[in-house]
């Protein structure tokens, strides 16, 4: 059963993205995006990659992308300000506009949207309110993308790096992924799961401790849609027949014994038992859960993940702003 | 008789623009501006409304302004950075230096100043202290626009954009304008009144509760050059028959009853007893004086006030610029 | 005998700079600089005046300086943020990432590091570790310039801007320069020493309580290498007869009497005692120990050599820049 804070796999939101050739307004949650438009995505994600190499492009050098951030989380900030600067535009940045705003007085986010977007050609937001990026949409006059709403809420661009750089490596359709962490609180694996069912053949399995297992909101919805799936709460079991590892984290004060977290860990002796063509990624920041000695290993994808993220925002933003006429023209 | 918070009428930073033809070096307070220098601003900002629909200029592209915000106010700061970029130019900014300024150590403003506008082409200041971008004007190598200085400070560039918000839609002299709020503190309230003063048969509406009356400089200095207004504390005398309603904020704790505010306030009742083509006004952040109901009334202008911030912040950057040689040109 | 904190005269980052002709890849510490590379990066520095006094150049468009600052510097900060727009490039920046960081949640340096890097053509780094420069140095994929780090750790771009201040009004073979300060504490001071050891018949008078004289290791280094040096706890001895005096602060809680600050300070009737053509520089910030009363003096070199730091910056981001290929074209 669906609780508050979970992901609604029907929302409001995900409407015009799931028509297919609908352009995107507003980039809110991971579950807007189809097969069709993930893969126009991902097409132009790639011709990122040869932007970045041949130094950058100036096509977008009047074009103002302001980055408003009411938490502070420095690396998404810029992973995005580089993403626009790459494509020749412009910032305008507030890195913690949460302790800084005239909203603490009592003023709401949909005034300040209302008039930062008047000067912006595209908003990346990160609100402290898990409605926060929707509610921005809803008065932008121009497109809205969300880099994190609240504390379990959605961070579609993590999501679709994450799937972007299994998409470099291997054919998404007949993978098998372990998926492994705090999947009851882990909106990352949570949208990783929402979006790899949308492909033929997956297989997950679930990773966890029993007590933080993946909710039955997504698993009703893989059994709705026949995708394939296994929970279980020892890593051995899976580790050496997988694709594709997600690691993610586990909060310490969730589990009763230190010993817990080292059981869920990976490190160079986990690896030596993976599949020798198998992809290692993780979202990071990393703690004990995934080893240093791992880096060095060719599987290791969570560096390159982070540098997909620049191309990933990169043909997200050409997405939205090749879309919209340039800011002021249709203000009265 | 002048407080010491008061607006100085001829005060030292007003001299040079008050004669005519002079180019304007720093923008200290808003009694700088004369009327034909208003008049080229106002010329210029409407210039900069098609600059923006076109997708901006790259004219300025080698020039640099530094936004120094000893204490932040995200809006105003994004708006004065996103018209240095609409104008091609390039930006250095800091959003809370009086947390994380040298300063604090014992140094004063005018040390910062020398060394930062030795790097810019123009500066941008917010400072604490109430003469603190008079201070800096005093040591700049580079122009300085005073972008809100101590509590009850100058905050020109507001003044001016709401002046050109009647502008655009008025001739401005013939006009009768209610001005409502806390008068006695409210130095956008000052400002705009001053500002009128200097356009022909002009009649001001002074609303508020009697203890926050305009005070008495303003009220001499208009008595002294003729200019027509009433001391009201009842919104609902002036509503029906003025061209021009600008609402402003009232502290709540400055008022005995809860009701008080809600007898300035403006909502979708009160706006039906205006005149078919009166003019809505708004500083914003607003909270409980100018009701949401009120938004998606034509005669509401408070969205498009906050963008023509935008056009009268490009064209003052442009008056200053043009003005000045590249820096670094004439250091030694 | 060398301090945890002093500066090690031989370590391991200095060793490829050592060899002259190669190139420069990370500025971590002053003690990379040859005399040879020193005259390069001088030379290139008086090219970046001409550069900004025809406005800049848009010669390094497509590049990114990413300025990324754990603690707070604003004017170190926006120094190098003007040099990397003079040079037509772009800038990522935060202001404060050791409050705002994921760090803090127990990830390192090394990681964000990675991935910035990636997104980044050059990191100009402040770090509230001693040797954090040097961490990020070794994990980043582009060139790492250290814009201080720790509480006595290295500030290399002040000691190359102070040099370079004496170098563009003296000949540095021959000079005679007073160092007066909290020697013993002072990176900018010991730096400086280290520098003007290189070249030929300098004399150096270190002049400080002698609690706070320049530690054993630098007056070791200056023997060795046959280097004239006298200690002097009187300014009065040595300020007539010196070319250069390089007053820096000291903090009044390591003195007894509040009198002793008094007598290291230097204001305008201890500058009637120096040489006409002597030069007086201050790292700045500055408090009681250099007097405003200085600034009109010709002599006073302090803010045109803070001026300096812009070129400096301007001319090492060009050498390091210039090494480099664009970013992500080595990435796989």
Request: aromatic share 6%; net charge negative; hydrophobic share 40%.
């Amino acid at each position: 059963m669906p609780q508050p804070n979970v992901i609604p796999l029907q929302s409001p939101a995900s409407e015009p993205a799931l028509r297919d050739g609908m352009p995107l307004k507003h980039v809110i949650e991971s579950q807007q995006f189809t097969v069709p438009l993930l893969m126009e995505l991902f097409e132009r994600s790639r011709g990122m990659e040869h932007v970045v190499a041949r130094g950058g492009t100036l096509d977008y050098q009047n074009r103002i992308m302001t980055a408003l951030f009411y938490a502070p989380s420095t690396r998404t900030r810029l992973s995005f300000e580089a993403a626009m600067h790459r494509l020749g535009g412009r910032v305008l940045s507030t890195e913690n506009a949460g302790a800084f705003s005239s909203e603490i007085e009592g003023e709401q986010v949909e005034d300040s949207i209302r008039i930062i977007s008047g000067y912006s050609d595209v908003i990346v937001i990160r609100h402290t309110a898990e409605d926060g990026a929707r509610r921005a949409a809803e008065v932008s006059i121009a497109p809205v993308i969300n880099a994190g709403d609240g504390n379990g809420g959605q961070h579609p661009t993590q999501a679709l790096l994450d799937l972007y750089t299994i998409y470099r490596q291997r054919p998404l359709d007949g993978l098998s992924v372990a998926i492994i962490g705090e999947l009851d609180k882990g909106r990352t694996a949570r949208s990783l799961a929402y979006l790899l069912a949308k492909f033929d053949r997956v297989k997950m399995f679930f990773v966890s401790p029993p007590q933080m297992q993946m909710k039955p909101d997504i698993l009703d919805y893989l059994d709705e849609h026949g995708v394939r799936y296994e929970l279980e709460s020892d890593i051995d079991r899976v580790i050496g027949e997988v694709d594709v590892v997600y690691q993610t984290r586990i909060r310490p004060e969730r589990l009763r014994d230190a010993d817990g977290l080292r059981r869920y860990a990976i490190d160079s002796k986990v690896v030596q038992r993976m599949k020798a063509d198998a992809l290692i990624l993780h979202p990071l920041p990393r703690t004990v859960e995934l080893d240093k000695s791992v880096d060095a290993d060719p599987r290791a994808m969570y560096f390159r993940q982070a540098m997909n993220g620049l191309y990933v925002r990169m043909a997200l933003l050409t997405m939205l702003l090749d879309k919209e006429p340039a800011a002021g023209s249709a203000w009265w």
